[in-house]
């Protein structure tokens, strides 16, 4: 049991170094960053646990097979085991080209499918309550106006704080939005976010440095950031008596789900959010269908009836 025991210990200090090594060619040849490093650490850490002392070299494709699906029996998901296994296979590239290493275990595996999540939508009904703030301050004065925007063209969070006052067009009812990948598109607004907007920007002017041109802008004059307007918005959300809690890219969704409902426009919706690939926007069309079966069970008299 001792020699056993000692042997193990030894590959695990092989292991232990070849990670070192590895870590070291991603700093100094690689030039990854830190943050980048610490994560492959930690996923080939895991990898190295798994193997239990077992000699790196003799890991065979079956036994990491049999790792990924330990890992998913413990609650991992598809897009976490997709990332460890992108960390293995780099690892074990390195090994085969500087260490002697003549195969990659984790060629070909692949990681279990994760069921795509719906995105949570409020209904029309509940979108209404939430632009309802009622009189307030400048400061809510300026949230109407984030929470129409938001809702009318459907916007990400980090569109929406880095507007500026000249991206709205009153004459054309659009807004310019910087999306990913910095592509610029054009959206529509709907009139009741213009007005609310009309209102913010006339309280903007007593509030907004002079060297600031962030069209959401805090107390202080200084642009409004993203932390701030998450916060806003769950805190509508809560005192307007929403169930769930109600965040930014909730309204998107909302935007985007009831948009299909009405138009049926699945291309003219991918513009509009600015989705590379028709195949993200797709998933609205599941929960356009979610509603229509409510709608259904609800109102057709045959729904529920028992043959």
């Not at 895991?46 to 002392?53: D, K, N, P, Q, R």
């Not at 960390?87 to 070909?108: I, K, S, T």
């Not at 300026?142 to 063209?153: G, H, K, P, Q, T």
């Not at 985007?256 to 509009?272: N, P």
């Amino acid at each position: 049991m001792g020699a056993n025991w000692g042997g193990e210990n030894t590959q695990r200090g092989a292991a232990s170094a070849l990670l070192q090594s590895y870590l070291g060619h991603l700093e100094h040849e690689r030039r990854v960053s830190r943050h980048t490093i610490e994560a492959y650490a930690r996923d080939i850490g895991v990898l190295l646990g798994l193997a239990e002392g077992t000699s790196l070299k003799r890991l065979e494709v079956h036994e990491v097979r049999r790792f990924v699906a330990q890992l998913h029996a413990r609650g991992l998901h598809g897009k976490t085991l997709a990332r460890m296994l992108s960390a293995w296979r780099g690892f074990f590239n390195y090994l085969a080209r500087d260490h002697g290493f003549a195969q990659n275990p984790c060629v070909g595996i692949r990681p279990p499918r994760t069921p795509k999540r719906l995105p949570h939508a409020l209904s029309p009904d509940e979108a209404g309550r939430l632009m309802e703030l009622g009189a307030g301050d400048a400061l809510a004065v300026r949230d109407r106006a984030m929470l129409e925007l938001l809702y009318s063209s459907g916007l990400r969070l980090s569109e929406l704080t880095s507007l500026v006052a000249d991206d709205v067009s009153f004459r054309d009812a659009t807004v310019r939005v910087t999306g990913k990948g910095a592509k610029t598109r054009v959206v529509p607004v709907g009139s009741f976010a213009l007005t609310a907007l009309k209102a913010w920007l006339d309280e903007r002017e007593r509030l907004a440095r002079p060297e600031v041109n962030a069209l959401f802008v805090a107390r202080s004059g200084a642009p409004l950031g993203a932390r701030a307007v998450q916060q806003r918005v769950r805190q509508w959300g809560k005192k307007l008596g929403l169930a769930g809690k109600v965040y930014p890219h909730v309204l998107r969704h909302s935007f985007a789900s009831h948009l299909l409902q009405s138009s049926g426009d699945l291309r003219a919706v991918q513009d509009m959010l600015g989705h590379a690939s028709v195949s993200t926007t797709q998933v609205y069309t599941h929960l356009d269908f979610q509603h229509l079966a409510k709608v259904y069970d609800a109102a057709h008299p045959r729904a529920k009836k028992k043959s």
